[in-house]
């Protein structure tokens, strides 16, 4: 079983910026696709970016591309946050995916965090 704890999370104006970070307990995730997904108030669930086992493949969402980065190491995987918009703000989750495929759908990852609140005032 692993257990996922994500941080970092608050309040910050426009262009501002945060990192995320996501802890995972129980097991080491070196070995699994990890991703960052994003729910807004009255929203689906929406894909952010994930990086692949290895750390050698990252993909964003196109509305984030250029703003955020994804990152990870043997003790953690991070969201560095920059040039923040109102439109980011919604609450983030860390999701693991064991099965090593790169994906962009929620369903696919298999161990989620309980998510951290992102505010961006404008």
């Known amino acids: 079983q692993v257990q996922l704890v994500e941080s970092g999370g608050g309040l910050v104006q426009a262009g501002g910026s945060l990192r995320l970070s996501c802890a995972a307990s129980g097991r080491t995730f070196s070995n699994y696709v990890m991703g960052w997904f994003r729910q807004a108030s009255g929203k689906e669930r929406e894909f952010v970016a994930t990086?692949?086992?290895?750390?050698?493949t990252t993909y964003y969402a196109d509305s984030v591309k250029g703003r955020f980065t994804i990152s990870k190491d043997t003790r953690a995987v991070y969201l560095q946050m920059n040039s923040l918009k109102p439109e980011d703000t919604a609450v983030y989750y860390c999701?693991?995916?064991?099965?090593?495929?790169?994906?962009?759908?929620?369903?696919?990852?298999?161990?989620w965090g309980q998510g951290t609140q992102v505010t961006v005032s404008s």
């Open positions: 990086i692949s086992w290895s750390g050698g």
């Open positions: 999701a693991a995916e064991t099965g090593r495929k790169i994906t962009t759908i929620p369903s696919a990852y298999d161990y």
